[in-house]
């Protein structure tokens, strides 16, 4: 792979970048040997001659990828083409609150004072991949949030890839600080357009406050010569409330790292997914829950359906330090498999230090209830709308803590799209 | 309305059903008795189209048509309906929805458009009221978490709502208190007519009380070793099986 590097030096960032280059030379792509990607191999991403920074962008019509936006509700719309902002698709806002841009926050000195406090303080400088990010990176979503302040509406953040280069790499970096009691909705999509190669390496650093409520949706629906790598880095304050839903139904191949770091009490992390993979498509879920003060809970409930030859991988790390008394962390992984060619690698790992801590975790590889399918078609449901049916039933409960109603029937569709029916109602 | 005629059935070339002969017509109802594990389950299974088991020989009619080669959910639009010894629970299903897609998915078999939703409101509310099933119960997540008596009431409101040709009930009257029984056997005979006919499969003439049979046959080891009127019913309750079996045996 061969980066240009026409790096801007009076960058105000310059230093972390340069910090971040020097990790990422360090270490550079993890392999197989490392026990974190034991079971999901970048190697043929690595042979892609992937370029960094597109030269020229193409421009998208909004009646051409309207469908690619919860376009049933009016929503706050930050979009990027090929990595370059699009102003002419997104709507953003300075209205209260900052839903903007990640390049002005990185350079208008108004910005100063919330970048120095937040921007890659969360986000890891020893995992390889988000430091080439954070060296990399020019452009995402910024938002901001201050004190009591929700936006009138959800905020979509959208990544275009639409292929005037042969093989495009993505760099997105966003930035989300919520203050006390503030609140803020997101749904995010990367979505190519074009048959090239696409490798997206997105970061994201989310700061809830004391009290403060955030609902992260990724809505992960792209093409079979895309892959993504997401990495997730979310710092919990005092009761504050983050439930990310991520929705894995395809493209090539996906690696989520989902991490959560709970810095103060009577916080609730809650993580849930819902994948359904066909095809050659590859998903890997590694979360991450640490446990860091007392009194706190964490949720984690995946489910995931596997067809054709897709494979899965659930890694769930729960780290419970040893002040973190009196701390729920709960974990479940529910897999169906309905080809004998799919596989799944599902894991717990729980490092627990505290003694006064309830913890469970579950991981469960099926196929589908036979008796049930019986039951079904008995009563006249043809056996293809009585697997996906069992199938929807198997997904239901994730679904349930999903706030948006638009976004939830989307959902319902995607999934009944997914397994190829229709049915007479939604869940 | 159904003929079985040598019927061999098993899992596995394990023979559990060896030889029914079995004729059900319209307007009847017929009971079929017998010990347990003599196969009575296994019969309303394959009647209902179980691919789980393997017919050997013999066929099952349905108003003329061998019902061989139909699928479980064909045999259902044909108008079998199998009331399940065991229900089956569905996590994230509800028997409101449940039953809107049963109803719809047969009617669209038929080439019908869906049924509008203040039909199938209306048809729901009546059907519940006669099996005095209560509102909050439509909404739950079907058979989940439900008693032995609930579920199979559901049992019967679902064979309410889809009015079969052909009922097959299997031990329904297990589980169910003595007014519960009242409530099913009522919504059973309400729905009776000279058109349908009824298989009730129990081990106690209990049930046979409030729904009259025609004809009584009593299933030992796969095979239908005694038929009789509903006298013989109560003959089987005050004896036991064993007199049946030896009987066979001779
Ligand atoms: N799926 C199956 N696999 C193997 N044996 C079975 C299966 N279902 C039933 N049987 C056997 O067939 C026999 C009849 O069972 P069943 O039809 O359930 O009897 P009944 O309903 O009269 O109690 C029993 O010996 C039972 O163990
Ligand atoms: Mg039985």
């Not at chain 1, 439930?243 to 959560?260: C, D, I, P, S």
């Not at chain 1, 964490?298 to 054709?308: R, T």
Request: charged share 25%; aromatic share 8%.
């Amino acid at each position: 792979m061969a980066f240009e590097s026409n790096v801007d030096i009076d960058h105000p960032v310059h230093d972390v970048r340069v910090e971040a280059m020097k990790n990422f030379e360090m270490k550079g792509f993890p392999n197989k040997k490392l026990e974190a990607w034991k079971y999901t191999s970048l190697n043929s991403l690595q042979k892609v001659d992937f370029s960094i920074f597109p030269k020229e962008v193409n421009a998208l019509e909004y009646k051409d990828v309207k469908k690619y936006f919860l376009h049933e509700m009016d929503t706050y719309k930050i979009v990027f083409v090929d990595g370059i902002y699009s102003s002419f698709l997104s709507e953003t806002t300075h209205d209260g609150v900052d839903i903007c841009l990640m390049s002005s926050a990185l350079t208008k000195p108004m910005y100063k004072p919330v970048i120095d406090v937040y921007f890659n303080k969360v986000a890891s400088n020893d995992e390889s991949l988000t430091t080439l990010n954070t060296a990399f990176s020019r452009e995402g979503a910024y938002i901001y949030i201050p004190k009591n302040k929700m936006p009138k509406k959800p905020v979509e953040i959208v990544h275009f890839a639409t292929g005037n280069e042969a093989s495009l790499m993505l760099q997105p970096r966003n930035l989300i600080v919520v203050e006390e009691n503030a609140e803020l909705q997101i749904i995010e999509r990367h979505q190519s357009l074009t048959s090239n190669e696409v490798l997206t390496n997105c970061v994201t650093e989310i700061y809830a406050a004391t009290n403060a409520i955030v609902d992260y949706y990724k809505v992960q629906n792209d093409t079979a010569s895309s892959s993504l790598i997401d990495n997730t880095y979310i710092n919990q304050k005092n009761k504050s409330v983050v439930k990310v839903h991520t929705f894995a139904f395809g493209g090539k191949l996906t690696r989520n790292n989902l991490n959560f770091y709970q810095n103060g009490e009577y916080i609730d992390s809650t993580m849930k997914g819902v994948t359904i993979l066909g095809e050659k498509q590859h998903v890997d879920h590694h979360t991450l829950v640490h446990h860091i003060e007392p009194n706190c809970e964490s949720h984690q409930d995946y489910k995931g359906i596997y067809g054709e030859n897709s494979t899965g991988v659930f890694n769930g790390k729960i780290i419970v330090d040893k002040v973190a008394q009196k701390t729920n962390a709960f974990q479940q992984n529910n897999n169906i498999l309905i080809s004998d060619k799919a596989t799944i690698n599902t894991k717990p790992q729980l490092e627990i230090f505290a003694d006064d801590v309830k913890c469970s975790h579950g991981c469960t590889i099926g196929q589908l209830d036979e008796e049930a399918l019986f039951y079904l078609q008995s009563r006249g449901i043809p056996k293809k709308e009585a697997r996906a049916l069992l199938m929807y039933a198997f997904a239901n409960n994730v679904l349930e803590s999903v706030r948006i109603p638009e976004l939830k029937t989307r959902i319902n569709k995607l999934i009944a799209k997914k397994l190829g029916v229709s049915l007479g109602f939604d869940l | 309305m159904l003929k079985i005629d040598n019927l061999h059935a098993g899992v596995e070339g394990n023979e559990i059903l060896n030889g029914i002969n079995l004729e059900v017509k319209a307007g009847e109802v017929h009971a079929i008795m017998g010990p347990n594990g003599s196969g009575k389950s296994t019969l309303a299974a394959v009647i209902a189209g179980k691919e789980e088991f393997e017919v050997t020989e013999g066929t099952v009619v349905l108003n003329g048509e061998d019902l061989e080669e139909s699928a479980p959910e064909e045999r259902a639009h044909k108008g079998i309906f199998l009331s399940f010894q065991y229900p089956v629970e569905i996590p994230g299903v509800t028997v409101t929805n449940f039953m809107k897609t049963a109803i719809n998915e047969s009617r669209k078999a038929k080439g019908l458009e869906d049924m509008p939703a203040n039909q199938m409101l209306k048809l729901i509310r009546e059907k519940s009221e006669l099996l005095d099933i209560n509102r909050k119960f439509l909404s739950r997540s079907l058979n989940e978490g439900f008693s032995g008596g609930e579920k199979k009431r559901n049992e019967i409101f679902q064979m309410a709502m889809l009015e079969p040709k052909l009922a097959i009930l299997d031990e329904t009257d297990s589980g169910l208190d003595i007014d519960a029984l009242r409530i099913v056997a009522n919504g059973v005979n309400k729905l009776k007519s000279k058109d349908n006919a009824v298989i009730i499969i129990t081990h106690y003439q209990r049930l046979l009380e409030y729904i009259v049979p025609d004809y009584v046959h009593v299933l030992h080891e796969g095979k239908i070793v005694k038929s009789g009127s509903k006298e013989l019913a109560f003959e089987l309750e005050e004896k036991g099986y064993d007199w049946i079996k030896n009987e066979a045996v001779v």
